[in-house]
T-cell receptor, first 113, second 109 residues
Framework: KAGVTQTPRYLIKTRGQQVTLSCSPI?????VSWYQQTPGQGLQFLFE???????NKGNFPGRFSGRQFSNSRSEMNVSTLELGDSALYLC????????????FGEGSRLTVL | SQELEQSPQSLIVQEGKNLTINCTSS?????LYWYKQKYGEGLIFLMM?????EEKSHEKITAKLDEKKQQSSLHITASQPSHAGIYLC?????????FGQGTRLTINP
C-alpha cells in the first residue's frame, strides 16, 4: 500500500512569489490535513479537508489556502510569500475519524529568499 | 485550546542507557499519540493510547497514559543509535491533532 506522497520535496522561492504544494493520500483515505513545521513554532495545524470540504482551519492568514479534489488529492497554496513562510510543510491522511491515526508524508521543504 | 508540553526539550544519552520523555496536557486527555521524526522528514507513528492507565510497548519503547495527571510518558530501554530523532506527542483538541514542541533525542556511542 503506497504511503502519503508529497511533491515537490524541496523548493526555493523569493519573497512575493506564490507556491503550490501537492499531497496524494493513502488510497481510501478521505481526510487530508496540512501542517507547518518550523524550529520556533513546532508543528502548527493549517487546515483539514474531508471529501473536498474544508472541515477545520488553524490560525494562519488568508495567504494560506488549500483544496481537495474528488480523488482526495490535496493542494495547498501560499501567496505573496514572506521569509517567515520558510518551513517544512507536512501533509497527513486518515480515514476521516477525529481520533484516527494520521499517516504523514515526507514533507515539502520550502525556502523563501 | 489544548496545549501539550514536552519535557525535556532535548536529551543526550549514552548508548545503552534508559530514558523517559514526558508529555503534559493543559486539558483532559482522551487519546494520546506518539510520533517519531527524523530530522527534516515526515512523522512515523509509534503508538496511540486511549484509556487511562493504558500502557503499550513497541520493541524497546513503552508508553503510558495517566489521565488523572493529564500526562503521558514514553520510556526507551537500552537506547540504540536508531532511537535518535525527535519525539512528538499529539492529542486531539477541537477536532484536530495538536502536537507538543517535540523532544530531540541524541544517542552517543
Amino acid at each position: 500500500k503506497a504511503g502519503v506522497t508529497q511533491t515537490p520535496r524541496y523548493l526555493i522561492k523569493t519573497r512575493g512569489q506564490q507556491v503550490t504544494l501537492s499531497c496524494s493520500p493513502i488510497s481510501g483515505h478521505r481526510s487530508v490535513s496540512w501542517y507547518q513545521q518550523t524550529p520556533g513554532q513546532g508543528l502548527q495545524f493549517l487546515f483539514e479537508y474531508f471529501s473536498e470540504t474544508q472541515r477545520n482551519k488553524g490560525n494562519f492568514p488568508g495567504r494560506f489556502s488549500g483544496r481537495q479534489f474528488s480523488n482526495s488529492r490535496s493542494e495547498m497554496n501560499v501567496s505573496t510569500l514572506e521569509l517567515g513562510d520558510s518551513a517544512l510543510y507536512l501533509c497527513a491522511s486518515s480515514t476521516g475519524g477525529f481520533t484516527g491515526e494520521l499517516f504523514f508524508g515526507e514533507g515539502s521543504r520550502l525556502t523563501v529568499l | 485550546s489544548q496545549e501539550l508540553e514536552q519535557s525535556p526539550q532535548s536529551l543526550i544519552v549514552q548508548e545503552g542507557k534508559n530514558l523517559t520523555i514526558n508529555c503534559t496536557s493543559s486539558k483532559t486527555l482522551y487519546g494520546l499519540y506518539w510520533y517519531k521524526q527524523k530530522y527534516g522528514e515526515g512523522l512515523i507513528f509509534l503508538m496511540m493510547l486511549q484509556k487511562g492507565g493504558e500502557e503499550k510497548s513497541h520493541e524497546k519503547i513503552t508508553a503510558k497514559l495517566d489521565e488523572k495527571k493529564q500526562q503521558s510518558s514514553l520510556h526507551i530501554t537500552a537506547s540504540q543509535p536508531s532511537h535518535a530523532g525527535i519525539y512528538l506527542c499529539g492529542a486531539f483538541g477541537a477536532q484536530k491533532l495538536v502536537f507538543g514542541q517535540g523532544t530531540r533525542l541524541t544517542i552517543n556511542p
